[in-house]
């Protein structure tokens, strides 16, 4: 087929599949959050801004008004301090005893979830006439990081005098949010831990529990997937994921489509590929279940989803052309479709959305 009137690529990237991502509607969900809160915000980038790409969002969210920002890793954080963001930076994972030296000169909060890290910390910022940021963490019924709860207050003591460690605040971490009865049974620990310390920063609200649960929000909570519209109707989708047609070509009644002849043609077809797949994010468990749209048409996705090439039938479409562009997902085919089919969660598969699928920044 002729290829006529191609637009160039989007993108520096010469790939003909995309994720656009809209700033405007992260900057709609941020002041959202904040009139509901009414409390200060740690935004949650961790996994580059679950997908979204921290290095842009960041400064955005700095500049609305982001009390400071969570990550996963040494690594996330420098990545931040070099995007020219100077508000705290606090590392929520595990900080291994070798990295605690990168953290210091680029002014990290480390996480404390274990009293040998204490002891290790004040070894070395003694020795290297630091002051070292950090926050505790207390296990509260997560069990996966921090001090257990019922063990906890002669290590707030310790952290609190110490002539090297500045403790900025305490947290925890809610296992199961949409539980209330149980949030509020590890929200009686957290409080129990530290209830003799007013004036450090308390937060263990993630986005579900700082909406719902207001007597969660102490003064700060922690909001990650909110920010990027997902899980909550009022907040909106940052994602679209796009890619051009590649090939258009007539499939016959009864002629297979792709591997393992998962799909058959009940009639003669047109077929179109994209070039996405599962190597980009697109599970190869959401064949022939999933949708994409061709100027607001819905059309089914075909045959198995390949590593580099998705198809869809375009039989009802009206003249499609080579360098069409089909949506995967925006507000009208959310991830959230996605996850219902795989019985997993939105967050997993935006971040599996991956590095080789170049960031197109929009506004509306």
């Excluded at 941020?30 to 400064?59: N, R, S, W």
Aim: with cysteine; proline share 3%.
């Amino acid at each position: 087929m002729t290829v006529t009137h191609r637009t160039h690529s989007l993108t520096s990237t010469q790939r003909d599949a995309w994720v656009e991502i809209n700033l405007s509607a992260l900057e709609r969900n941020f002041k959202k959050l904040q009139e509901l809160i009414k409390t200060k915000i740690m935004a949650v980038v961790k996994a580059d801004a679950y997908g979204h790409g921290a290095a842009t969002l960041c400064p955005i969210l700095q500049r609305l008004g982001a009390d400071s920002f969570g990550v996963a890793t040494i690594d996330e954080g420098i990545a931040l301090r070099q995007a020219g963001i100077k508000i705290p930076i606090v590392i929520l994972g595990a900080t291994p005893l070798w990295a605690y030296e990168s953290c210091f000169s680029d002014n990290l909060t480390i996480t404390i979830y274990s009293i040998e890290q204490i002891n290790q910390l004040e070894e070395l910022a003694q020795k290297n006439k630091f002051k070292i940021p950090v926050q505790l963490k207390i296990d509260t019924g997560m069990n996966r990081l921090g001090i257990d709860y019922n063990e906890c207050l002669k290590t707030i003591t310790d952290l609190t005098n110490s002539k090297y460690l500045e403790l900025k605040g305490v947290f925890t971490h809610l296992s199961d949010a949409k539980n209330y009865d149980f949030s509020k049974i590890q929200k009686g620990r957290f409080d129990k831990a530290c209830q003799s310390m007013p004036l450090l920063q308390k937060h263990i609200a993630n986005t579900y529990a700082a909406i719902n649960y207001s007597d969660f929000r102490y003064n700060l909570v922690r909001t990650g997937i909110g920010l990027y519209g997902q899980e909550f109707n009022f907040l909106e989708p940052l994602i679209s994921l796009k890619g051009r047609i590649t090939r258009i070509q007539k499939v016959l009644k009864d002629e297979p489509v792709s591997y393992e002849r998962t799909w058959t043609a009940k009639k003669d077809s047109i077929i179109a590929t994209v070039p996405i797949g599962y190597a980009d994010g697109i599970d190869r468990k959401l064949s022939n279940k999933i949708f994409g749209l061709y100027n607001n048409k819905k059309i089914q996705q075909v045959g198995a989803i390949t590593m580099d090439q998705t198809m869809f039938d375009i039989s009802e479409l009206k003249d499609p052309k080579v360098g069409d562009v089909i949506t995967l997902l925006n507000n009208e085919l959310p991830v959230s479709s996605w996850a219902e089919i795989l019985n997993t969660i939105s967050y997993e598969l935006i971040c599996r959305l991956k590095i080789r699928l170049p960031r197109v920044y929009t506004r509306d």
